[in-house]
């Protein structure tokens, strides 16, 4: 080959192993472990565990149901996400940045919503609880948005996938901390030969968590701005309007023209099967008379630890073999593990066939966020990044949520063993739309590779 001819990027050689390894230690990557922490810190802590708190106070099941809606949070941040992207904050931006300055006010209402949560009593000042809540599950979104952003403007398109896996891992640690290790905490404050609620433990377990807060603040504090970009002023209102609230939805349609259909709705379907089946996880768990401590000990903390060797396979593979290859790897994996609730649906209570199950369904699990969450950080434009990606990772969520909801109708009628296999079929179509985004993207990249 001559040397006047330039070898494309994406046919040189991949580096060994070892290599692709090495990225998980990448200060990047190191980051992003951190802040992931400081993510999944909330989640939890205003669903699963203020839910087990409210009903433990002698809330109703209902209220704790229309309670659940905080969550919606997540669902709809896309509406305020033009915002993070552009708007600076006072004072905070010109000290640290544009991500760095939304990330720090972001964690410090996460904070103070805990502290809040922690200090109001449920049996007392349960509007205030649930007023706490959602300050807190929308500063909690806000910083989702920020993060998203943090993360993809850090490191290049083929190390999205490192930094997903240990943002993953982060996001995992915390939501064991943020499930069973509140648990222990209040359970360890709790006076001795009381019984039933008590709030001074609960308000411990709470602040303690307010404290491991600390974790994203600091990082973010000694972190580096990953992009210092200047925009210029609008000229007006309407102009204002149409670059901050229009123009990053306008730039994925001109970017990707007829094809942003396809796109979209892979989107939408990628999780519907893990979604719409882990629904049902919890109830057909007690159906089968697995008891609180197999569930917590084989589901939580085993799948969670599952769920991270997932997501750092997955890493390693889309760095190695591209992220559409993985994204396949992925679908597959997530379809075929549902059939494996359908069998184990019919061995009553097996312990070992549960570890065998949880191993396949979290593993494919992790394989299959880290591939999607690099693919969607592919799809933005570094300038909208913020309000680009908070569009596809709420899109992602709205169609298998809603679906869901229908889950406990369908296994009352037809049964679990049917609702698992109904599941793993849910995930068909989405191969099929992987494999045109694929064809799709090997279009695209000769037509770009000049620019």
């Not at 010109?94 to 904070?111: F, T």
């Not at 942003?260 to 882990?278: F, Q």
């Not at 097996?350 to 799809?379: C, H, K, T, W």
Request: net charge positive; charged share 15%; glycine share 8%.
């Amino acid at each position: 080959m001559s040397d006047e001819t330039p070898t494309p990027p994406r046919t040189s050689r991949p580096a060994g192993w070892l290599s692709s390894l090495k990225v998980y230690l990448e200060p990047a990557a190191l980051r992003m472990l951190a802040l992931g922490f400081s993510a999944g810190l909330p989640l939890l802590l205003v669903l699963g565990t203020l839910s087990f708190r409210l009903r433990e106070a002698g809330v109703d099941l209902a209220t704790i149901g229309y309670l659940s809606w905080v969550g919606l949070a997540y669902a709809f941040k896309w509406a305020w996400a033009p915002l993070v992207d552009r708007v600076p904050l006072p004072l905070l931006t010109r000290l640290l940045g544009r991500r760095r300055s939304w990330l720090l006010a972001s964690q410090l209402a996460i904070v103070a919503g805990l502290a809040g949560m922690a200090w109001f009593d449920p049996q007392v000042d349960r509007t205030l609880v649930a007023l706490c809540a959602l300050g807190v599950a929308f500063a909690s979104a806000t910083q989702d948005i920020a993060l998203d952003a943090f993360r993809i403007e850090s490191a290049a398109v083929e190390r999205q996938a490192a930094l997903a896996a240990t943002y993953q891992t982060g996001y995992r640690l915390a939501m064991i901390w943020a499930g069973a290790g509140v648990f222990w905490i209040a359970a360890q404050a709790e006076a001795p030969g009381i019984a039933g609620y008590q709030h001074a433990a609960w308000r411990t377990a709470y602040l303690a968590m307010a404290a491991s807060m600390a974790v994203g603040l600091l990082t973010v504090l000694f972190a580096p701005e990953p992009l210092r970009r200047t925009l210029p002023p609008a000229r007006d209102a309407a102009q204002w309007l149409r670059e901050t609230v229009l123009e990053p939805f306008a730039d994925f349609l001109r970017r990707y023209g007829t094809h942003a259909v396809l796109v979209l709705a892979l989107i939408a379907v990628y999780r519907i099967s893990d979604v719409v089946m882990g629904i049902m996880a919890n109830p057909f768990y007690a159906d089968m008379g697995y008891t609180k401590a197999e569930v917590a000990n084989i589901t939580k903390v085993f799948g969670v630890v599952m769920t991270l060797v997932g997501t750092f396979v997955g890493g390693v593979l889309a760095l190695r073999l591209g992220v559409m290859r993985v994204m396949m790897l992925g679908a597959v994996l997530s379809a075929g593990s549902n059939l494996l609730f359908a069998w184990l649906a019919s061995r009553g209570h097996d312990v070992r066939s549960l570890v065998l199950v949880i191993s396949a369904d979290n593993l494919s699990s992790g394989i299959a966020s880290a591939a999607f969450i690099a693919y969607l950080s592919g799809l933005t434009n570094v300038n909208y990044s913020a309000t680009q990606y908070a569009l596809f990772s709420s899109m992602m969520l709205l169609l298998p949520k809603w679906l869901a909801g229908f889950s406990g109708s369908y296994v009352e009628h037809f049964g679990y063993a049917n609702f698992f296999t109904s599941t793993a079929a849910l995930g068909v179509p989405v191969l099929l739309l992987v494999w045109l985004a694929s064809r799709m993207q090997a279009v695209r990249q000769p037509a770009a590779a000049p620019a």
